[in-house]
Each structure stands twice: as structure tokens, then as C-alpha cells.
């Protein structure tokens, strides 16, 4: 399974971006998918996740209301629509798919519950 994360780039504090996350070699139509974030010197942080079924979503805290995570089953792809960009939003961005059925609607999604992941993408929000 080969994850490709696209559609990092450089925005000013207050843009959008929408990163996509395109899956081969295996459907992800019973994967939990989910994208993370690494800033320098700093764990991987857990961003979004969506169900297999794309009916339920959750959100980090930090990104809840500006963030939205949709997929595509049909294409293999997943998309993170990122509005209101901040600066500390800064880092490249993963995409990662699990392949349990299980679902978390709340909390914190640790990166080891996941099994595949995509080189990442670079966001940069300038102030």
C-alpha cells in the first residue's frame, strides 16, 4: 500500500489549503484514514481522522472548525480542506490509513494505531 500525499505549499496566515492524499495498491474503502502533523522537534500530532464510511470524523482540538477531512473511495483518495491557516499550523503534513475497522469519534489517535503512512507534505503559513 502506497500513500502520496499532495497540495503543501506556502500561504499567508489566514489562507486555505486542500491536500490530497492519493492511495494505491490496496482499496482503502474499509480503512480508517487519517492525516497527522510534525513540526520541528516536536512528536507526531495527531490532526483528523475519518471512518471508513466518511460519515464520522474527529478532530484535534486545535484544528476543529477550520479543518475538514472528506474522502473518495472510489478515486482511493483522501482530502484535508484547510481554511483559516495560522502560522503554528506550520509542518508537514501526513497522511496515514489504518486498517482496523475500529473508530474513534473522540479523542486523541495515537500514530502507532496506524499501518501505512505517505511521505509528507510541507505546509508553511507565513504571519
Known amino acids: 500500500v502506497q500513500l502520496q500525499a499532495s497540495g503543501g505549499g506556502l500561504v499567508q496566515a489566514g489562507g486555505s489549503l486542500r491536500l490530497s492524499c492519493a492511495v494505491s495498491g490496496r482499496t482503502i474503502s474499509t480503512y480508517t484514514m487519517g492525516w497527522f502533523r510534525q513540526a520541528p522537534g516536536k512528536e507526531r500530532e495527531f490532526v483528523t481522522a475519518?471512518?471508513?464510511?466518511?460519515?464520522?470524523?474527529n478532530y484535534a482540538e486545535s484544528v476543529k472548525g477550520r479543518f475538514t477531512i472528506s474522502r473518495d473511495n472510489a478515486k482511493n483518495t483522501v482530502y484535508l480542506q484547510m481554511n483559516s491557516l495560522k502560522p503554528e499550523d506550520t509542518a508537514p503534513y501526513y497522511c496515514?490509513?489504518?486498517?482496523?475497522?475500529?473508530?474513534?469519534?473522540?479523542?486523541?489517535?495515537?500514530?502507532?494505531?496506524?499501518?501505512?503512512w505517505g511521505q509528507g507534505t510541507q505546509v508553511t503559513v507565513s504571519s
Open positions: 475519518i471512518i471508513w464510511s466518511g460519515d464520522k470524523t
Open positions: 496515514a490509513a489504518d486498517r482496523s475497522q475500529f473508530f474513534r469519534a473522540a479523542g486523541f489517535y495515537s500514530a502507532a494505531e496506524f499501518d501505512y
